[in-house]
T-cell receptor
Framework: DQQVKQNSPSLSVQEGRISILNCDYT??????FLWYKKYPAEGPTFLIS???IKDKNEDGRFTVFLNKSAKHLSLHIVPSQPGDSAVYFC??????????WGAGTKLIIKP | EAGVAQSPRYKIIEKRQSVAFWCNPI?????LYWYQQILGQGPKLLIQ????????DSQLPKDRFSAERLKGVDSTLKIQPAKLEDSAVYLC?????????????FGPGTRLTVL
């Protein structure tokens, strides 16, 4: 039973356009969410996070939106750049203060 | 600041053999995690250490997996005997504080192939 789901295994976006990566979760008790980015042959690196008391958090080109009623969050990257090509993981903090990860979405930025 | 170091980067073994992975976390980080990432899935926590004590090992298959963190710094993860389904990338991460609200810093991982 996947508690954090990223239903799009891959996404292709033109350079300069907006990339939107989606994530759904099933446990309404999750109160903190994080996005990590992973390049091939490297470990994931932290990108941005959001607490459930907020509905938006912004950091430069990256914005995360949280819709608690829909149990849905999304990561927006504007504008998309070639260096953004990577696998993006959504993760939620559970009641044991551990991360529950989605399966990831591979983002490809086309020149 | 040096990142999280892991070795080896790649390992190929036959089923029923044993294997060990090593991790050196970022200096000063009290919390260390081992994750298993199977192809096409997100990382799954195997064990969390706070200094040299175990905080959570609920998902560690203790009949074959073991881990230790000596002197609260380096850590080793061992599999004995290995099964085909253990083929995965094993990620080590560290963070300055306990709890997943703290940013975790990951090493490059060890890719294990069990034949």
């Amino acid at each position: 039973d996947q508690q954090v789901k990223q239903n799009s295994p891959s996404l292709s976006v033109q350079e300069g356009r907006i990339s939107i990566l989606n994530c759904d979760y099933t446990n309404s008790m999750f109160d903190y969410f994080l996005w990590y980015k992973k390049y091939p042959a490297e470990g994931p690196t932290f990108l941005i996070s959001i607490s459930s008391i907020k509905d938006k958090n912004e950091d430069g080109r990256f914005t995360v939106f949280l819709n608690k009623s829909a149990k849905h969050l999304s990561l927006h990257i504007v504008p998309s750049q070639p260096g953004d090509s990577a696998v993006y993981f959504c993760a939620a903090v559970d009641s044991n203060y551990q991360l529950i990860w989605g399966a990831g979405t591979k983002l490809i930025i086309k020149p | 600041e040096a990142g999280v170091a892991q070795s080896p980067r790649y390992k190929i073994i036959e089923k029923r053999q044993s294997v060990a992975f090593w991790c050196n976390p970022i200096s000063g980080h009290a919390t260390l995690y081992w994750y298993q990432q199977i192809l096409g899935q997100g990382p799954k926590l195997l064990i969390q250490f706070q200094n040299n004590g175990v905080v959570d090992d609920s998902q560690l298959p203790k009949d074959r997996f073991s881990a230790e963190r000596l002197k609260g710094v380096d850590s080793t993860l061992k599999i004995q005997p290995a099964k085909l389904e253990d083929s995965a990338v094993y990620l080590c991460a560290s963070s300055p504080g306990a709890g997943a609200y703290n940013e975790q810093f990951f090493g490059p991982g060890t890719r294990l192939t069990v034949l």
